[in-house]
């Protein structure tokens, strides 16, 4: 069973590795740059490459949320070979229904390639279906890598799985000086397959060390199948749900200025950074937990998990969104504005990146309460939940967008956020009871006062330190907001401790105990 202090090392596994991984894609996109430009050779890759890695991402993320709850619950049985016999026939099923697919993938590839890039014609559309017949098969491996990094994280393993995107990275890196000179943009599209099959492969030997029987059992009747298939199929929708806000913002800003979409999306991803490497080092390790603890009707301890990791989301993600939206010109500047980016995209962006910071608090809430969702095995309400959400946000879209432009269409996302945090929350507390007790509203509220003073220190020191930006240009820039950052992080971590928040009392005990630790060992 994961305790606190398992759950807090999980999510520095899971960080470092995020980091990891990302670092080794900014490398890996640099090198595709070099060796390709942008040329119609990376534009066919790129086209051949979207719906296998779309599909893929919605499928591990839609099997995790509905295998866990189920594997977990047999783990926790008194016959762990029923688990085992579970995870064989899911792994049986899943490799025979994305074959499948993935054979009619490459059959109706050129389709595909109609659908997806009606623009292209001629060497582009052959080119691309090439490429997409050669990675489609990455489907299966992405399929299966979600089903062994769900066994994985409900034994408590977090390493492998969160090392699945450095080592497709590196294969595909790999694959640049090895298999392109020869083979061309082909060599690159073997690379990417051989790095998803890499992701899946490296889950194994694990899975081996916990001694997983693996059988050719594959049991259509299993009662634990069929409900596995009843869970996910509300995920699947909801995912999809969730892919329909991001295309009526883009309907919505192509009637805008010219360069609303690409600031939109910059700042978009912008704000994803925090989201991306702190709520998956939180929310991964703490589902199997509250898989385990709903398996076993422990609700006063499924409720403390669940408040706990909205308190840590709390003391991570106000601050970063206060300092996100306090340093965003300086941040966009430092970042994007060289070349054709220049001052006026700046600009754009920053207000965008203003008003979707807005709504990192709610993005990280909303993604633990879904998962308690999961974990009960109710996946039907946060698809409501979201289609509540799809309404609420194609109205305040046009009435924002008339006002505000394309920043608009940031701020409705955020306020969006917050509404679907706050009816799962209306929701979840109508199915397991009341769960956030008076001593959570007083953490929260001591994070507030912290990234206030923080606030006003980080505005502070980046005025102070603008003439720099100003005079030394991209040097100046990284002194501006690095100085800012350090020194906002710096009082931040200050006032939290003053104030003693519980959560960063754990943490420092962890950091204490580490230190002991290596004092006897070099003792």
Do not use: C
């Amino acid at each position: 069973m994961l305790t606190k202090r398992s759950i807090a090392k999980a999510a520095v596994v899971i960080m470092l590795a995020t980091l990891l991984g990302r670092f080794a894609g900014f490398i890996r996109e640099t090198f595709i740059a070099a060796k390709f430009g942008a040329s119609m050779a990376t534009d066919a890759f790129l086209v051949a490459y979207t719906l296998p890695n779309i599909l893929g991402i919605t499928i591990t993320g839609a099997f995790n949320a509905a295998f866990i709850p189920v594997f977990t619950q047999n783990l926790l049985g008194e016959d762990r070979e029923k688990a085992w016999r579970l995870a064989s026939s899911m792994l049986n099923l899943v490799f025979l229904v994305f074959s499948a697919i993935s054979v009619l993938g490459i059959i109706f590839a050129p389709v595909v390639v109609k659908l997806m890039a009606p623009g292209f014609n001629g060497q582009a559309v052959q080119l691309t279906v090439d490429l997409m017949r050669i990675m489609f098969p990455a489907l299966i491996f992405l399929a299966l890598v979600g089903l062994t990094s769900g066994m994985l994280n409900a034994l408590n393993h977090f390493l492998m799985p969160s090392l699945g995107p450095l080592v497709s990275s590196l294969a595909i890196i790999g694959s640049l000086f090895l298999l392109t000179p020869a083979m061309g943009v082909y060599g690159l599209a073997v690379g990417t397959l051989a790095g998803f099959a890499g992701q899946f492969l490296i889950t194994m030997p694990e899975l081996v060390k916990r001694k997983f029987h693996y059988t050719m059992h594959l049991d259509y009747r299993d009662p634990d199948i069929r409900r596995i298939g009843e869970l996910i199929v509300p995920v699947l929708i909801g995912v999809g749900i969730g892919q329909i806000n991001i295309i009526i913002d883009r309907i919505l800003a192509s009637g805008l200025n010219e360069g609303s979409i690409s600031a939109l999306n910059y700042a978009y991803r912008l704000m994803q950074l925090p989201l991306g490497l702190f709520v998956a080092a939180i929310s991964v390790p703490i589902f199997p937990a509250l898989s385990a603890y709903a398996a076993k009707n422990e609700m006063d301890r499924l409720k403390d998990a669940l408040v706990k990791g909205m308190n840590v989301f709390a003391l991570i993600m106000i601050p970063a969104s206060v300092g996100l939206m306090v340093l965003s010109t300086p941040i966009v500047r430092l970042l994007f504005e060289r070349g054709a980016f220049d001052r006026a995209d700046t600009a754009a962006t920053a207000i965008a990146l203003v008003f979707y910071s807005l709504g990192l608090v709610g993005y990280a809430a909303r993604d633990i309460m879904t998962r308690v969702f999961y974990a009960v095995e109710d996946t039907l309400s946060p698809v409501v939940i979201g289609a509540i959400g799809v309404a609420v946000h194609i109205v305040l879209n046009i009435i924002l967008v008339r006002f505000m432009a394309h920043a608009g269409l940031a701020l409705a996302t955020s306020i969006i956020t917050f509404l679907n945090m706050f009816l799962l929350g209306y929701w979840l507390r109508r199915k397991i009871g009341s769960f956030f007790p008076a001593e959570a509203w007083v953490t929260w509220g001591k994070v507030l006062l912290a990234s206030g003073v923080m606030a006003a220190v980080v505005r502070l020191v980046a005025v102070k330190l603008a003439p720099f930006a100003d005079s030394l240009g991209t040097r100046g820039l990284a002194i501006q907001v690095g100085g800012a950052v350090v020194t906002g992080a710096v009082v931040y971590a200050l006032v939290i401790l003053l104030l003693k928040v519980p959560e960063v009392s754990i943490i420092t005990g962890m950091v204490r105990e580490k230190l002991k630790r290596g004092k006897h060992v070099h003792a």
